[in-house]
């Protein structure tokens, strides 16, 4: 029996204790997209100047370029992918504008790079009714939460326009969320990393604090191999973050450790 307690205190000792949100920021790179130009005939100077300016300007993000030829198509297009996965296509170069950055993003990296748990999108409808009874249940779940102060919430309207790109990568996080005209909770922390949404009445205060358990609760080798959510597009600023905040709510609150 001594020795058995002597293997688990090292087991113990060896466990990580860094919450999900803060290892996911310092240690993980996002996954990439690639951005495919397809062309049937052999692209002309200009197309290659052209594609050569998109490459350039999307290279600090988590993307690559690259051109395929494809002798069945009508005509060239650009295609956006997630691994195997097509989230969106493009007619013109034109439409690629704003793909890799935008104001939302940058103020939700900002706030993540700030030391902040998470941010909580709120992706609305336009739908009054629905939107306002989403937001106030966000409200209820962060006022019984001992992490409020370091989660931030910001609401965005799927008919932006200036942040078309941004909603768009965020639809794709589930590729049946398009067809669905319900608010949406997305929880972004890490390097724009974003859960899987709670949408209509799966916005409630428990699945609210489910998510937040789960940034919250120490990493452990199954959630590194296996970490939910979809990185979203963006320019590749993330180094030296400020320290997670969450360390000072759990010194001056032990009792949260054994939660």
Same mark, same amino acid.
């Given at each position: 029996?001594? /020795?058995?307690?002597?293997?688990?205190?090292? @087991?113990?000792?060896?466990?990580?204790?860094?919450?999900?949100? *803060?290892?996911?920021?310092?240690?993980?790179? =996002? !996954?990439?997209?690639?951005?495919?130009?397809?062309?049937?005939?052999?692209?002309?100077?200009?197309?290659?100047?052209? !594609?050569?300016?998109?490459s350039e300007n999307i290279k600090s993000a988590n993307i690559e370029f690259r051109s395929v030829g494809r002798k069945e198509i009508k005509k060239p297009y650009y295609g956006l992918y997630y691994g195997n996965r097509l989230f969106s296509s493009f007619d013109d =170069?034109?439409?690629?504008?704003? &793909?890799?950055?935008?104001?939302?993003?940058?103020?939700?990296?900002?706030? /993540?790079?700030?030391?902040?748990?998470?941010?909580? &999108?709120?992706?609305?409808?336009?739908?009054?009714?629905?939107?306002?009874?989403?937001?106030?249940?966000?409200? !209820? $779940?962060?006022?019984?939460?001992?992490?409020? +102060?370091? %989660?931030?919430?910001?609401?965005?309207?799927?008919?932006?326009? +200036? *942040?078309?790109?941004?909603?768009?990568?965020?639809?794709?996080?589930?590729?049946?969320?398009?067809?669905?005209?319900?608010?949406?909770?997305?929880?972004?922390?890490?390097? @724009?990393? $974003?859960? *899987?949404? &709670?949408?209509?009445?799966?916005?409630?205060?428990?699945?609210?604090?489910?998510?937040?358990?789960?940034?919250?609760?120490?990493?452990?080798?199954?959630?590194?191999?296996?970490? =939910?959510?979809?990185?979203?597009?963006?320019?590749?600023?993330?180094?030296? =973050?400020?320290?997670?905040?969450?360390?000072? %709510?759990?010194? +001056?609150?032990?009792?949260?450790?054994?939660?």
């Open positions: 029996m001594h /020795v058995k307690i002597l293997i688990l205190g090292a @087991f113990l000792s060896l466990a990580c204790t860094t919450k999900v949100s *803060e290892w996911v920021l310092l240690n993980t790179e =996002p !996954n990439r997209y690639t951005l495919v130009y397809f062309y049937k005939d052999v692209p002309g100077e200009l197309i290659k100047k052209q !594609n050569s300016v998109i =170069p034109e439409s690629l504008n704003g &793909l890799t950055t935008s104001p939302m993003r940058e103020k939700i990296a900002a706030e /993540v790079m700030s030391g902040k748990l998470c941010v909580l &999108l709120y992706l609305t409808t336009g739908n009054p009714d629905k939107d306002d009874r989403g937001m106030q249940i966000i409200r !209820n $779940a962060l006022a019984a939460s001992p992490y409020k +102060e370091i %989660i931030s919430v910001t609401s965005l309207s799927r008919t932006s326009k +200036e *942040e078309a790109h941004f909603v768009s990568l965020l639809l794709n996080v589930e590729d049946d969320l398009r067809a669905i005209n319900e608010p949406m909770v997305f929880g972004i922390f890490g390097r @724009f990393k $974003a859960l *899987e949404p &709670l949408l209509g009445k799966g916005i409630s205060e428990e699945n609210i604090g489910l998510m937040i358990d789960f940034l919250t609760a120490d990493c452990s080798c199954l959630i590194k191999d296996d970490m =939910p959510g979809t990185d979203i597009l963006f320019t590749n600023r993330w180094d030296n =973050p400020t320290a997670a905040l969450i360390n000072g %709510i759990l010194d +001056e609150n032990p009792l949260l450790l054994h939660h």
